[in-house]
Every structure is written in structure tokens, then in C-alpha cells.
């Protein structure tokens, strides 16, 4: 096991010299020029120089390679020559020296990521400002894909084939298929903004629910009065709360046709189909961070309700995928011949699902999870933007676009840490749950 | 009405298929006594499986269900009718009143748990009074065990996790400053030889003893470092469980000690990928019998193992059997595993019970020409024949399409098809006259073990360990084995699908293991392979003339498609399919058909020798008989030469001239088959021998 991990983390160790290469060089290769963008619009071309000296602009392009690298390895050289490139500067690093080398010495040290070129900020402070809060979302929007893309998941695989797996089945489809641009958006306007107030519940649907709850219950009664027992299909309370649904999904599927039918071609407003009623407001705001200053204080104050609306439009696209992957590695495990064993031994279904098959499909989805939260930790570059959101996507997005190198590269290499780590644990994870490939 | 333990009686149990209903189980009727022991018998397809899953109630519905008769357990004083029953009563019937053993034991148990658990569980959900000690205990036991697996257990294992942790530097500290402060003794001490020849050699001495952190890796068990921290490590927290489950565990293990599993406890604790099949299916009966069954239905349990296993396995069930006094239902395909073990017998064909009877009346007077087939095909170890007498020989449709039947007995078509020793002879002399087609000496396939920090393998396993022998000309050379005995490997090493060690393999003067690429590929006609599994082996989105045709266009054979196509057609009649399976996919054939479509692809290269890699295994006794007898008849015709591999040393004797036996990668025994049976030399070949079901008539008789 812990070879194993060894080996994964140089691995990674590889792998993030490899991305911090790339894109170094990547950056370096698009032109202009740094210093015009440190130095400002009014600087002389003798400021520029002195700006581009200082900041080892002048160098070769390798040599500039080298000294990023020494200032990000934890083991350094440095020396006591403050035009050196590589002076110990106490303000930039922090560590403990360890033996001289030649002129220099080695230092072990906290790496360095360098300022930002546009907000001469720390990179790592700009990135732990910013983390915390896309670490945040993105696990509230893997924790309600897992969760409910598992339980929909197992739903459909158990009623392959019924009206239960076929909607959940459009569910994913719509899910996979919407962009997130446009989930969040539409998320955004009618929670945060139409419905913040007060909510105006079409009453269509609920009416079509009640109908059919009603025929259901008729229906049920009448059966049990006449003890029409046949052989296979009686009425039972789950049929009944199939129908309700059943009536409820048809409801808002008319009701939305009348909508849009309404918008377009502004025909009047039908009685019973048009009506609403008033209910509560969500309460939620169209933008918002987790933490938001007080305006007296000043202190930072949480505020969860503004998790809600971001994550869920995240996770949409996840949950279609956990769903599917569950269904299908579900229906694979249901057949399998230790399924059958479970249920020789006069297991209740339930146990057989719970607690025999699910361990045994949850691999693929564990993969799929990971992969997803991994790509959210790279930030989400839309949904952030559109509900204004502090996160590592709108910080990189912004030193982009100014081409700030130090942050861009400081960013990726964060990123590309997290990927590996996601890694190294999601085979770990595997071990737990198969010990076919718990490793020795 | 009757007082039998089970009775099924007049069950019709359908499957709603594309094609219409279909009666997988047709008006079918037994009885089964208690502490008898009722074997059904059938090949598959035959409904034997469908009839038991009827009875466990567990037959998937939709498309399957139980249409006409009732199940009758006359279990704990009442007798019910299991068909009537509810799902929540029929789980209450299952594993506590009927048991069932099925055929896989690989895949029959769940991966993700430990084998102790998966029996426990059982014993759990039924015995309801085990291990209960007050009247509370039931709510307080599971309760305070929420508590404690719940909080107390992690925190507890993080704690044991952090000093292991600190254990362990710790030791490596001291050693590392212990052999520090002795290398420098003893570099002091070899450099001033004025300290003295007796602090030197003390030195020496130390630094042998200790050579843990000059070379980790060289260290035996008792002195590696890695093993000391061990001994240190303190062992996990394993949780609270209470008086119920540790009850149920010292049950489990009596469980696994009353079916002979070695060291019970362990494999209380390992998990099923860890143990071998025999083992999966021993823990699969002791999870059968966990709850006292007073039925149990065993479905073809024996099928997948080795014939020593299966008789180990059989002797367990007779013994526990009796112990328990249970009435168990035997099902299998196999005749001669039967006659050991039942008390009655109902032969199953297409859904119905054709012949049913005690075991001498079945055995001795067979009356149906189903039962005579099956008890005819199956190889006689006693004497030689030309051909299996299958089911044809019994009956068979005339040119009208009606069916006749023959009335002739199995002995006495077995003497119709006697070889005398004359013929067998000749045969022999005449094979063995020329060169040998192969010459393999001392081949070598190992296959990296254990490795070390850097990969390097520091263990092999042998699976081929120095083997040499030769093939002649139209001999079949048998090589029989068990599972693991590198068998499989050997025939795989010979095509150079597996590369080899060391050695060599001469074929027509050329060594096989040196050849190049292009040499390789010419000789890939010439040498051909026929695998174990027929549904895996075949593509099946070709259809089947494609798949025979495939070979052909590589190799050159015949100067056009039209050719190629006429010759494909002649072989798919002459391995007895119809020339309209030309255009069918491969899920359109039953196994034994497919296996007749993997030979014709290989015959169609027209190749010298075929390694047969246990092609008739995945078969039915019938099929099997079948598909042996076309071997036999396209080696006459075509002059080929097989190497067959299998476990089973009854179908070995009959197909082959001579015999190898193979055991943990060396050859044990090598003869003729015939001295081979009779005159086992080895201890090994002798267990063989005995292990295989004795289902001949005559011993039943006496």
C-alpha cells in the first residue's frame, strides 16, 4: 500500500512538472510584454527596463525557467546578494537553511509562487482567497449528484423498463444536455429573482395530481371492497403514489405548454390553467458569495442559502451521468450469480439492493464522481461568473485575460495538485470497496 | 395426499419470450423423502434448473412464472403449498426450510465481503433466539454496538494508527543510529588493526547478523526490518459485535470445520477471490446448511470443480447429509456422479420427467432411449471404442421423420464398437514407426512472482517447469492435470500465445520459440488452437461463415471468395451443421453447436496439429460425446495430429493413444493410455484415477 502510494505520488510529482513546463512555455510563446502591464500606461521606457530587470524579464527564456522552478521547490538555492536573482528575500521566502553550496546556500522552504503581476498581490494569497469557497461548491454539487444520482440511479435499474426509469432516463438527457450557462441563468432569474418574494405555485398540476390521487384511491378502495384478488397486478399505496406523480408530471407538462403558448402568441388568460397561488418566497438572492461582510462589523458572515442555487446548477450535469453509470453497472450486478445467493438465503429485497449489489456497482461511479469534482475544482468558470461567485474559476479567468503569468501558473499548478491527490484517494476508495484490488 | 418431505406436484412453470410461451418445466411431478436423496438428471436445457429455482420460488418474474401445479414442503408439523405463499412468507422458507447450492462457486459468493460474514448473515436473519441472554438484549446489544462501531471505533483506530506510525520510526531510528555507531566500530576496527583480532571479528559478526539496513531486501523473516515493525504494530479496533454475532461466528466456524475447510477462522476472515473453488464451494454448503435446512437443492455443485474436489465435496454432502438427516435434491448432468449419491432418480429431457425410478431400476433397466444415451456416452474407462455411443444409437428419426427406437442395450452396444487389442496394436505400431511431428525439450514458463522495490520479479511461479516430449504423426498425445497444474499454459507456450522461459519446441526441424514474426504467421496454419469456451471464443457480431472465412483470407486458402465459400459450406456440413448457418450469428447456437463452428475454423486452414485446450469441458456429457466423436472422425480424415488437453482423464483415455500427466509444472507420468489406467505408477496419477465417478453399470450391480 504504501509502495503503491509512493509510486502514485511521484507519479504526480511528474506529472505537475510536466503541466508547470507546458505551461511556462505555453505563456512565454503568446508575446507582450509583462512589464507594460506592471509599469502602467505612463511608464518611461527606463521604468520598463528597470521594471523588467527586476522582475527577470531580461533574462533567457531558460534561465527564467530555472529560477521559477528553484522558487517553487520546497529545496532551493539562494545567496546574500540582494541584485541577485536568487537573494534570499525574507519577505518572499520563509524556511530554514540548510548547508552551504559554493557561494550559495541550500534552503529548505515554503514554495514560492510569486507576486501577480497586475495586483502585486501574493499568488497564494490570491488563490487561498479564492479556493476555499469553489472547494465549497463544488462539494455540495458532487455531495447532491452522488446522493441523488445513486438513488435515481438504483431506481431505474430496479424498474428497468417502466415509467419511473424512462423519466429519469429524460431527466439525464435534459441534464447532460442543457448548458450550464443557461441552467444557471434561468436558475437564477426564477429562484433568486420571481419567486425570492413570493412564490406563485401554478395550480394545474397540483389540481391533475389530486384528480388522479383520487381515481387512485377510488380505485384501491373499490378493489379491496370487492377482493378482486387477481394474480398479479393489485392496486397497492406505491401504485397509488404512481399515479399522483404520473398526474403531476402530466399537469406540468400541459401547464408548460400553456405557458409558453401564452408568452408567444399572448392568447387570454385561460381560467383554472392560468391560475396560480401565492405561496412563499424561496428567499434566495440572484448573486451572493458563502460569506458576505457585514455592513457594520465588517465581519464575515455566512450565508448558506447562497450554496443552494449555484450547486445544484453544477451538479445537474454529474447527477445525469452518476445516474446512468448507476443504472447500468446495477442491472450488470443484479444478474450476477451472488445476487441470486442473497436471495436463496431468504434476504428482503431491500438488503439485496443495499447491501449486496450497490457496493458491488459503486466503482464506475465512484470514477465518475471523481472525475467531475476534480473538474469543478478547476472552477466553474460560468456558473461562478453568473451568480458572482469568489471562486479560483474568476480568478483565473481574470489573470487570463491580463495575461498575469505568476497567478495563471500558480493556479494551474494548484489545480493540477488537486487532480492528482482526487487521484491518489480515488484508488484508495477502490480498495475499500472491492477487495479484489485492495492493494497489499 | 402424502407425507413426503417435498412434493412437487404437476409443476408447469413458463417463459414469456419473443417467440411465445415457452414451457421451460412441463407437468413435472417428484417426491422427496426425508433423508433421501433425489437426483434429477438432464442435459441443459432440460428444465432441471428451472424446476429448482421453482421451488426456491426465486424464478425471474417477468418473463418466468410458476403457471400450473403446487410445491408441497411438509415442513416443522404443516404442509404448504409453496406457490400459494407471499413474498414475506417465502423468505421466511428460504435458507431456513430449503437451502440451495449452486453451480459457480466463483462467482456465487459476494465479492465485497468476508466468506464468515456472508454465512453469518444468514444465520442472523433466520435463527432468531440465538445467543439472546436477557430480554432486553435484543434492543441494548445493537444499540450499544451503534455506539461504539460508531464513534468509538474510528477515534480508537486513528489513535492505533498514529502510534503504529510513531512505533515505527521510532524502530527505524534506532536502527539506523545502532548500525551507524557499529559501522563506524567496525570501520575503525578494520582499519586499526590495533584494537585486535577479537573486537574485529565481533564486529563482522554484528554487521552479518544485521544487515537489514545495508540491504533491506536480502534479510530472512526473522531480521528484516519490515517484519520488526510488524511484530510491533498494534492490530486494529475490529469493532464491537454483539452476543448474537458472536454466537453466530463460533457457529459458522463449527459449520466450517464440519465441511472440512482448513483453518476455519482464516477463512472466516478472508474474502471468496482468496480461497480456491473447492473452498468457495465448501463455504457455499456450510451456508446452506447454517439454518438446519430440512431440504436442500443442490444445482450441479460439483460441475466446475476438479474431479479430486468433486468427490471431496460429494463424500461431505452424503456424510452431512446423513448427520442432518435432510432430504437433498441432486441435480447434475453427469450419470456416473449420481449413481454414487442418490437414493431415486428422475431423468429430465425437454421440461418432462421422461424416466424416474430408484438408482438400480434406472441404471440396470433403463426403459427410455434418453436414459440409455446418457448412460452410454459417457467414456468407459474399461474398455476401448471406436465411438461414443450417443443417443442415436437408441433412437433416431428415419426418412418418414419418425421416430424408432431401437431397443438395443447398452452393453451391447458398446461391444458392437470394441476395439480388440490387435487393432490397437497395429495403430501403434504404425504411428510410432515415424519422426516425431514435435520435439519438445525441456520447455520453461515461468511467470514473475513476488517483486521487489524496483519491479524486478524476485519470485516465479512455474507453470511449465522443464517438460520434454514428443508428438508423432497422427497420434492424439492426451495431457491431463488438474487446474493450475500449468497445463493450459503448456499448449499455450507450444503456439507461442505465452512466451517461454527456456527451452526449445521442434516443429519439422524448426524451433518454434526462435522463429520470426513471418515464420510465425505461416505457422499459425499449420498449428491450430480449439478453446475451452465456446460462447467467449466466437465474435458475435461475425456471422459464422464470415468468422470461418476470416482465417482463410489471411492465409491465402483457395484463389477466391466463390472457392472459399464452397469449401466453408462442405465444412459446416461436415462438422454436421447445415449450409444455411453460413449466414447466423454466433447466439443463435447452442454450445456444443459453436464448438463444432470453432472446429470447422480451425480444420479450414487445413492445419497438421490442433491443440484441443479442454474444448469439450464447457459441455454436457451428450454434446460432449458428440463433439469427441467428430474429433476423432476429422483426425481420420484429414490426418491430423492433437494434443488434448483436460482434466477429465476419462475423456483423455478415450481419445488419446498416449497419455501425459501433468502436476505443478513437471510431467508426472508419461505411457500408453491404457498402461496409464491400468498400471498408474505415480501416487498422483493413482488419485486421479480414483477420484473419477465410478458410474459404470456393473459396479451399481454388484
Not at chain 1, 409558453?260 to 392560468?274: K, R
Request: charged share 20%.
Amino acid at each position: 500500500m504504501g509502495k503503491f502510494i509512493l509510486k502514485k505520488v511521484f507519479y504526480g510529482i511528474v506529472i505537475l512538472f510536466g503541466v508547470i513546463t507546458g505551461v511556462f512555455f505555453l505563456q512565454n510563446s503568446t508575446g507582450g510584454n509583462p512589464a507594460l502591464l506592471v509599469g502602467g500606461q505612463n511608464a518611461t521606457d527606463e521604468i520598463i527596463q528597470n521594471i523588467e530587470k527586476d522582475l527577470g524579464l531580461d533574462l533567457p527564456l531558460y534561465k527564467r525557467y530555472f529560477l521559477y522552478l528553484n522558487d517553487l521547490s520546497p529545496i532551493s538555492f539562494h545567496n546574500d546578494d540582494p541584485e541577485s536573482h536568487i537573494f534570499m528575500d525574507t519577505s518572499k521566502y520563509e524556511g530554514a537553511n540548510m548547508f552551504n553550496v559554493g557561494e550559495n546556500t541550500l534552503y529548505f522552504k515554503y514554495p514560492y509562487l510569486r507576486e501577480s503581476y497586475s495586483s502585486k498581490r501574493p499568488v497564494a494569497d490570491i488563490i487561498f482567497s479564492t479556493l476555499p469557497d469553489t472547494v465549497y461548491l463544488a462539494f455540495a454539487a458532487v455531495v447532491i449528484a452522488f446522493f441523488f444520482g445513486v438513488v435515481f440511479g438504483v431506481i431505474s435499474a430496479l424498474k428497468k423498463g417502466t415509467f419511473l426509469d424512462n423519466s429519469t432516463f429524460i431527466v439525464a438527457v435534459a441534464g447532460m444536455s442543457a448548458p450550464s450557462f443557461f441552467t444557471a441563468a434561468i436558475a437564477s432569474q426564477v429562484f433568486g429573482e420571481i419567486w425570492s418574494e413570493q412564490s406563485e405555485l401554478p395550480i394545474f398540476p397540483l389540481v391533475a395530481m389530486l384528480f388522479a390521487l383520487f381515481i387512485g384511491v377510488a380505485a384501491f378502495l373499490y378493489q379491496n371492497k370487492k377482493r378482486v384478488k387477481t394474480e398479479k397486478k393489485s392496486i397497492t399505496v406505491g401504485l397509488v403514489s404512481l399515479w399522483a406523480f404520473k398526474g403531476l408530471l402530466f399537469g406540468v407538462a400541459i401547464w408548460l405548454f400553456y405557458i409558453v403558448g401564452y408568452s408567444i402568441f399572448g392568447f387570454e388568460n385561460v381560467p383554472l390553467l392560468g391560475e396560480v397561488i401565492i405561496g412563499p418566497g424561496t428567499g434566495l438572492n440572484v448573486t451572493g458569495q458563502l460569506f458576505v461582510p457585514d455592513d457594520y462589523t465588517g465581519d464575515d458572515i455566512l450565508h448558506l442559502e447562497n450554496l443552494i442555487l449555484p450547486a445544484i446548477t453544477l451538479g445537474v450535469r454529474p447527477l445525469a451521468l452518476v445516474s446512468q453509470l448507476t443504472r447500468s453497472s446495477m442491472l450488470d450486478v443484479m444478474n450476477e450469480d451472488y445476487i441470486r445467493t442473497a436471495r436463496a438465503k431468504g434476504l428482503s429485497e431491500f438488503k439485496v439492493v443495499f447491501k449486496h449489489a450497490l457496493k458491488n456497482a459503486m466503482n464506475p461511479v465512484i470514477t465518475a464522481v471523481s472525475g467531475s469534482f476534480a473538474s469543478l475544482l478547476a472552477g466553474a468558470v460560468f456558473v461562478e461568473t453568473i451568480f458572482s461567485w469568489n471562486g479560483i474559476g474568476t480568478a483565473l479567468l481574470d489573470a487570463i485575460n491580463n495575461s498575469d503569468l505568476p497567478t495563471i501558473l500558480g493556479v494551474t499548478i494548484v489545480i493540477s495538485t488537486f487532480f492528482v491527490l482526487i487521484n491518489i484517494i480515488v484508488d484508495i476508495v477502490y480498495g475499500f470497496l472491492d477487495p479484489r484490488i485492495r492493494l497489499k | 395426499m402424502s407425507d413426503s418431505l417435498l412434493h412437487i406436484e404437476n409443476l408447469t412453470t413458463t417463459f414469456n419470450t419473443e417467440n411465445g410461451i415457452v414451457k421451460a418445466v412441463d407437468n413435472v411431478s417428484v417426491k422427496l423423502d426425508k433423508g433421501k436423496i433425489l437426483g434429477i438428471v438432464g442435459e441443459s436445457g432440460s428444465g432441471k434448473s428451472v424446476t429448482s429455482l421453482s421451488v426456491m420460488g426465486l424464478v425471474q418474474s417477468p418473463p418466468g412464472r410458476i403457471s400450473g401445479g403446487s410445491i408441497w414442503l411438509h415442513a416443522n408439523g404443516e404442509r404448504r403449498d409453496l406457490t400459494k405463499l407471499s413474498e414475506k412468507e417465502y423468505r421466511k422458507v428460504r435458507g431456513n426450510d430449503i437451502a440451495m447450492i449452486f453451480q459457480e462457486p466463483m462467482t456465487s459468493l459476494n465479492p465485497v465481503y468476508t466468506c464468515g460474514d456472508q454465512v453469518m448473515e444468514a444465520i442472523l436473519l433466520h435463527d432468531k433466539t440465538l445467543g439472546e441472554s436477557g430480554r432486553y438484549s435484543s434492543i441494548t446489544d445493537p444499540l450499544l454496538k451503534l455506539i461504539v462501531n460508531g464513534v468509538f471505533q474510528k477515534l480508537l483506530n486513528v489513535l492505533v494508527f498514529v502510534i503504529n506510525i510513531f512505533v515505527a520510526v521510532f524502530i527505524l531510528t534506532l536502527f539506523a543510529i545502532y548500525s551507524i555507531l557499529y559501522f563506524t566500530i567496525w570501520l575503525i576496527a578494520s582499519k586499526l588493526s590495533l584494537l585486535g583480532k577479537n573486537l574485529k571479528s565481533k564486529a563482522d559478526s554484528f554487521l552479518d547478523k544485521n544487515k537489514i539496513l545495508l540491504s533491506p531486501d536480502s534479510g530472512k523473516a526473522n531480521n528484516s526490518i519490515v517484519e520488526i515493525i510488524q511484530s510491533f504494530k498494534i492490530p486494529f479496533f475490529k469493532g464491537y459485535s454483539t452476543a448474537r454475532e458472536k454466537a453466530a461466528k463460533e457457529k459458522v466456524i463449527k459449520l466450517f470445520k464440519k465441511v472440512k475447510l482448513p483453518r476455519p477462522t482464516k477463512i472466516f476472515e478472508s474474502y471468496p477471490h482468496q480461497i480456491s473453488g473447492g473452498q468457495k464451494q465448501r463455504v457455499m454448503i456450510a451456508m446452506a446448511l447454517s439454518c438446519n435446512p430440512k431440504v436442500l437443492i443442490a444445482d450441479e455443485p460439483t460441475t466446475a470443480l476438479d474431479v479430486t474436489v468433486q468427490k471431496a465435496i460429494l463424500k461431505i454432502l452424503k456424510k452431512l447429509q446423513r448427520e442432518m438427516d435432510m432430504g437433498i435434491i441432486f441435480i447434475t448432468h453427469d450419470l456416473g456422479v449420481i449413481a454414487e449419491l442418490a437414493d431415486e432418480i428422475a431423468v429430465m429431457y425437454k421440461g418432462k420427467i421422461v424416466e424416474q425410478g430408484s438408482v438400480q431400476q434406472v441404471f440396470l433397466r433403463p426403459s427410455h432411449p434418453y436414459t440409455k444415451g446418457l448412460l452410454a456416452c459417457r467414456p468407459p474407462l474399461d474398455v476401448r471404442i471406436s465411438e461414443l455411443p450417443t443417443r442415436r444409437y437408441f433412437i433416431y428419426e428415419d426418412e418418414n421423420g419418425s421416430l424408432v427406437e431401437t431397443k438395443k442395450e447398452v452393453k451391447e452396444v458398446l461391444n458392437e464398437l470394441k476395439i480388440s487389442d490387435a487393432e490397437i496394436k497395429m495403430r501403434r505400431e504404425l504411428i510410432y514407426a515415424s519422426t516425431p511431428l514435435i520435439k519438445v525439450n525441456s520447455l520453461k514458463t515461468y511467470f514473475p512472482g513476488e517483486k521487489n522495490v524496483f519491479g524486478k520479479p524476485i519470485e516465479f511461479v512455474r507453470a511449465v517447469d522443464d517438460v520434454s516430449f514428443d508428438i508423432y504423426p497422427g497420434e492424439t498425445l492426451g495431457l491431463v492435470g488438474e487446474s493450475g497444474c500449468g497445463k493450459t499454459t503448456l499448449g499455450r507456450t507450444l503456439l507461442r500465445l505465452v512466451d517461454s522461459t527456456d527451452g526449445s519446441v521442434l516443429f519439422g526441424g524448426k524451433d518454434i520459440l526462435k522463429m520470426s514474426k513471418d515464420e510465425l504467421r505461416n505457422l499459425r496454419k499449420d498449428v491450430q488452437i480449439i478453446f475451452q469456451d465456446p460462447y467467449s471464443s466466437l465474435n458475435p457480431r461475425l456471422t459464422i461463415g464470415e468468422a470461418i472465412m476470416e482465417p482463410m483470407r489471411v492465409h491465402n486458402i483457395c484463389d477466391n471468395e466463390m472457392q472459399r465459400k464452397q469449401e466453408v459450406l462442405r465444412l459446416l456440413e461436415r462438422v454436421g451443421l447445415n449450409t444455411w448457418h453460413f449466414d447466423r450469428y454466433p447466439h443463435e447456437f447452442s454450445g456444443g453447436q459453436r464448438q463444432r463452428i470453432c472446429i470447422a475454423r480451425s480444420i479450414a486452414l487445413k492445419p497438421k496439429f490442433v491443440i484441443c485446450d479442454e474444448s469439450v469441458s464447457a459441455l454436457d456429457v451428450s454434446v460432449q460425446a458428440d463433439v469427441l466423436n467428430l474429433l476423432n472422425e476429422l483426425r481420420n480424415d484429414f490426418g491430423l495430429t492433437y494434443l488434448f488437453i483436460s482434466h477429465d482423464l476419462s475423456v483423455v483415455k478415450f481419445m488419446s493413444d498416449r497419455i501425459i500427466v501433468m502436476n505443478k509444472g513437471k510431467i508426472e507420468e508419461e505411457g500408453a493410455a491404457d498402461d496409464i489406467y491400468e498400471r498408474p505408477k505415480s501416487i498422483y496419477t493413482q488419485t486421479l484415477i480414483n477420484s473419477i465417478p465410478k458410474g459404470i453399470i456393473d459396479e451399481i450391480a454388484s
